[in-house]
């Protein structure tokens, strides 16, 4: 995977094992997921909450490896707050781990 991308996998509500990605292209985050190793990568139109939290702890902790630029988290966060205007993102990094 190129540098800006980053992946992780997670567990939907129906128990469906995926593997996601989130690319940036400019100053966006675009989001794909697949179940399997050999399916397609699909684009995710409306990524969940919990996977903008995924991206946001990620660009944290490559800023903190000097790979991301600060300005990256401030960007992430505004866009969650614009798609979730309930989450409660300055905390909810703390309780994923």
Do not use: C
């Not at 990524?47 to 990256?72: G, S, T």
């Amino acid at each position: 995977m190129a540098k800006a991308e980053i992946s992780w996998k997670r567990v939907t509500e129906e128990g469906v094992h995926l593997q996601v990605y989130a690319q940036h292209v400019g100053r966006d985050w675009r989001f794909f997921a697949r179940e399997r190793r050999h399916d397609q990568w699909q684009a995710v139109e409306e990524p969940p909450l919990e996977d903008w939290l995924e991206l946001l702890d990620a660009v944290q902790r490559r800023i903190n490896r000097r790979l991301l630029r600060p300005e990256e988290e401030a960007r992430v966060k505004k866009t969650i707050r614009e798609r979730f205007p309930d989450a409660d993102i300055d905390h909810a990094s703390d309780a994923q781990h």
